[in-house]
């Protein structure tokens, strides 16, 4: 009889517990659908090409967002060029040739701690650190970046490194290879997928970056090349969405330049899990 009760109760739990699941999993894709629906209903018929293609003329009374895209893809390979590098070797430093694990677990511990700290603090630094020195500049943004996204990339490296198994570095080093033969030839090749997958990642915190560009890289929509793009003020897709819709009232930009921000994302996790998909199936063949 006692066990009979139990059992009633555990079922019961069970069931309750499933219910629970069930609906917590409903209302968040609710939530993630309701709004791509929305921003991409707004949005998407305000895309044209005469705002794609052309910049901002308040003379003629027209609106153009191609200095803001060009912006937004120079600040990407700006600290995409400098985080990369200091990111993976940092981090395959600390998995492969420290060897004070104490110093290695504190220094893990501060990027993860870096990593929590909201991006409107990173810009209060990089205006004191990089503007005053460098003028507010597209430049004075990506550095700013690259302290933002130097955390992520460096412990995404470090978990993907941290996955290849020992043996292969060991059967490596019984053949007769150097240190960093081994690191370049074998534990590389076997973690390319998380390395990559990672810096994908970061490009998508680079382009949903808002707040630490406005204070470091400025409002403007000239239209400029690389070069002097870099060392001029410029605003990015996320900064020209929070200019045209809270300064200027123009929801109707504000909406489109959302929609090709989130096609960019949603793209940017497409690409991530293809990329992982791929160097996985390499790695079994």
């Not at 997928?193 to 970056?209: A, K, M, N, P």
Request: proline share 3%.
């Amino acid at each position: 009889m006692i066990n009979g009760k139990i059992g009633k109760k555990r079922k019961a739990y069970i069931i309750l517990m499933r219910t629970a699941m069930i609906l917590s999993t409903a209302l968040t894709a609710s939530l993630v659908i309701f709004l791509l629906l929305y921003v991409l209903g707004r949005g998407l018929p305000n895309v044209t090409l005469e705002l794609l293609t052309t910049k901002p003329s308040y003379l003629a009374g027209t609106i153009g967002i191609l200095p803001d895209i060009l912006n937004t893809v120079y600040i990407v390979l700006a600290t995409l060029v400098i985080v990369i590098p200091l990111g993976v070797g940092a981090a395959i430093y600390l998995t492969e040739y420290a060897k004070n694990k104490k110093v290695v677990g504190m220094i893990e511990y501060a990027a993860e701690t870096l990593s929590g700290i909201p991006s409107i603090i990173y810009g209060l630094v990089g205006m004191l650190l990089f503007s005053n020195n460098f003028g507010t500049s597209l430049l004075a943004g990506a550095l700013t970046l690259v302290i933002m996204n130097l955390p992520t990339v460096m412990r995404t490296t470090q978990e993907s490194l941290k996955t290849v198994p020992q043996s292969y570095r060991e059967g490596a080093f019984g053949l007769g290879a150097g240190k960093w033969r081994v690191i370049r030839t074998v534990v590389i090749p076997g973690c390319v997928d998380g390395v990559v997958t990672g810096c994908i990642l970061s490009i998508g915190r680079i382009l949903g970056e808002s707040a630490a560009l406005l204070f470091t890289a400025g409002f403007a929509h000239a239209l400029n090349d690389i070069i002097s793009g870099l060392v001029s003020p410029g605003a990015t897709l996320t900064v020209a969405l929070y200019v045209y819709a809270k300064e200027e009232g123009e929801f109707e930009v504000a909406f489109a330049i959302g929609a090709i921000l989130m096609i960019l994302t949603l793209l940017i996790n497409l690409s991530a899990s293809l990329v992982q998909k791929y160097f996985a199936k390499r790695r079994n063949i």
